[in-house]
């Protein structure tokens, strides 16, 4: 799948690569320093729907850290892969600090409302934790949620069997307890990556 992201979020991205070292590594600021995604315009109010048709707002979870992520159930590999790697790291994080993890709501939020009913979402988010909350909507609510977090998404050519895939923006959002950006989750990078991330903003 192409993987484009929004202005905002290169904007972001060039944040993040200014305040860090050639190799990826933290600079002088430190893990306390200003967040990479900072100045960025990501996140605002949504409602939406979990596995039980309950409405979810984003106030919801006013005063937790949030991990947002968009994808779709029938992804046949990268939403999995990426799941799977923010999960674990997510249960590495939580094994050293327990307390923390409870203050963190990890999210995965379906660009696919056509065919990701919230039966569906909820049985594919509890495949990779009993943590991770899926979310769906109407198209319109799905549309809403998605611009505020400039998170790109659009449906593909229908195949011969009748089926089709979607194709979307990958960032996955670390927001603050105010629904402030805070930083990328490298996802791509394995369990561990996403464990370190985490332990650098979540205090």
């Not at 927001?175 to 950006?181: A, F, I, L, S």
Request: charged fraction near 20%.
């Amino acid at each position: 799948m192409t993987k484009r992201l929004f202005p905002a979020l290169c904007l972001s991205l060039a944040a993040a690569l200014a305040l860090s070292g050639c190799d990826g590594s933290p600079s002088a600021n430190g893990p306390q320093g200003r967040p990479p995604l900072a100045d960025a315009r990501i996140g605002g109010p949504f409602t939406l729907i979990d596995k039980d048709g309950k409405a979810v707002h984003w106030s919801d979870f006013d005063g937790r850290y949030r991990i947002v992520y968009f994808g779709y159930t029938f992804c046949p590999d990268v939403c999995p892969f990426d799941m799977q790697n923010l999960m674990q790291g997510f249960a590495l994080f939580a094994k050293q600090h327990p307390d923390l993890s409870g203050q963190v709501q990890p999210m995965f939020i379906s660009i696919d409302p056509e065919r990701d009913t919230p039966k569906a979402v909820g049985e594919f988010t509890g495949a990779f934790s009993d943590r991770l909350l899926g979310l769906t909507g109407t198209p319109e609510q799905v549309a809403a949620a998605a611009k505020a977090f400039s998170a790109y998404y659009k449906k593909g050519e229908d195949s011969p069997g009748g089926g089709y895939l979607m194709d979307h923006s990958r960032g996955t959002y670390l927001m603050g307890r105010q629904g402030e950006p805070i930083a990328l989750v490298p996802v791509d990078a394995g369990p561990e990556a996403v464990a370190a991330e985490l332990e650098k903003w979540i205090r």
